[in-house]
């Protein structure tokens, strides 16, 4: 069965420093998608970027920047110049089109002044 | 805003009753997911709707049932309420493919007294 493990609680970042967040998965599927999605404090789930496991271009979207191995099934993001916008909690999620959406268990992050 | 609603948004009610929430997709979107998040916890899969049908189950109790109606709008049956119940329930829809983001509505929140 299809995992997906988020190994950090919490973490913080000085304003304007970059930050990553670790996700691991675990998978014998060779065809699927990977997202981070992001819960600020109204509780609205927004995605904030998405990766195919085919493409071996790690994804972008504006700060936000991922780091996808797929051998390792690793799957971190990496926020860079960070803002207190960023504040969240922050999941990762996994997505075959065969079964359900997997999340992780989320990891908060705090961005300090 | 997601397109996704959900009503109502706020929900107090007794132990032992029973509440029914509201869930209409974005508009084209045939998959229907329920969540279960508590106070500071990560996303508990409920259950998922694909066309009006069960497509996957999660770590729903026997108390909860969910359908989808022909118009493609959900509703999450909850009875036998308990205090542990208390929760924001959010509900989500997506397209058929893999790479289909889900979007998430904005969240029942059930306070059990």
């Known amino acids: 069965a299809q995992t997906v493990t988020q190994s950090q609680p919490e973490m913080s970042v000085q304003e304007a420093e970059t930050v990553t967040l670790s996700c691991t998965y675990d998978t014998s599927e060779s065809d699927y998608y990977l997202f981070w999605y992001k819960q600020p404090p109204s509780r609205q789930m927004i995605l904030v970027i998405r990766?195919?496991?085919?493409?071996?271009q790690n994804a972008t979207e504006n700060r936000f920047s991922v780091n996808f191995q797929k051998a390792a099934k690793s799957f971190s993001l990496k926020i860079s110049d960070s803002q207190l916008g960023d504040a969240a909690m922050y999941f990762c999620a996994y997505h075959s089109g065969t079964y359900k959406y997997i999340f992780g268990t989320g990891t908060r992050l705090k961005v300090l002044a | 805003d997601s397109g996704v609603t959900q009503t109502p948004k706020h929900l107090i009610t007794a132990t032992g009753q029973r509440v029914t929430l509201r869930c209409s997709p974005r508009s084209g979107d045939l998959s229907v997911y329920w969540y279960q998040q508590s106070l500071d916890q990560g996303l508990q899969f409920l259950i998922q709707?694909?066309?009006?049908?069960?497509?996957a189950k999660g770590n729903i109790l026997e108390r909860f049932s969910a359908q989808q109606f022909p118009d493609l709008h959900s509703e999450l049956n909850l009875s036998s309420l308990e205090l542990g119940d208390s929760a924001l329930y959010f509900c989500?829809?997506?397209?058929?493919?893999?790479?289909?983001?889900?979007?998430f509505g904005p969240g029942t929140r059930l306070t059990v007294l």
């Open positions: 990766q195919e496991a085919y493409k071996q």
């Open positions: 989500a829809s997506s397209g058929h493919l893999a790479r289909d983001e889900q979007f």
């Open positions: 709707y694909y066309n009006g049908e069960e497509r």
